[in-house]
Nanobody, 124 residues
Framework: VQLQASGGGLVQAGGSLRLSCAAS????????VAWFRQAPGKEREFVAA????????RYSESVRGRFTISRDNAKNTVYLDMSSLKPDDTALYYC??????????????????WGKGTLVTVSS
């Protein structure tokens, strides 16, 4: 499966943005999915994940309550709705998938398939 992330852009602090991750195959709908981000000079960090079985979600502490991960199986697409954006949210955002859920979902090395990043810039 191939992933294509989109929706990044420039937004003012306090604003909102929706990122999309479209998959090339319907099997994507049976996979756990996640969003990571990487700011300049920093390591890639976990943002949010969604299980395939029960749809349970996980969020990093830094985005919980502001970001929401969801999926539309009819469109083979996963979304990341971001609100109350802060300059610290500025980063390249990546979507990822793997065959089955991992307890180490927060680690980038656990994820097998990656889309190209989409840049989010939050101005102060």
């Amino acid at each position: 499966v191939q992933l294509q992330a989109s929706g990044g852009g420039l937004v003012q602090a306090g604003g909102s943005l929706r990122l999309s991750c479209a998959a090339s195959e319907r099997t994507f709908n049976t996979l756990p999915v996640a969003w990571f981000r990487q700011a300049p000079g920093k390591e890639r960090e976990f943002v949010a994940a969604k299980r395939e079985s029960n749809g349970a979600t996980r969020y990093s502490e830094s985005v919980r309550g502001r970001f929401t991960i969801s999926r539309d199986n009819a469109k083979n697409t996963v979304y990341l709705d971001m609100s109350s954006l802060k300059p610290d949210d500025t980063a390249l955002y990546y979507c990822a998938a793997r065959p089955y859920w991992s307890v180490a979902y927060y680690s980038p090395t656990e994820w097998r398939v990656w889309g190209k990043g989409t840049l989010v810039t939050v101005s102060s």
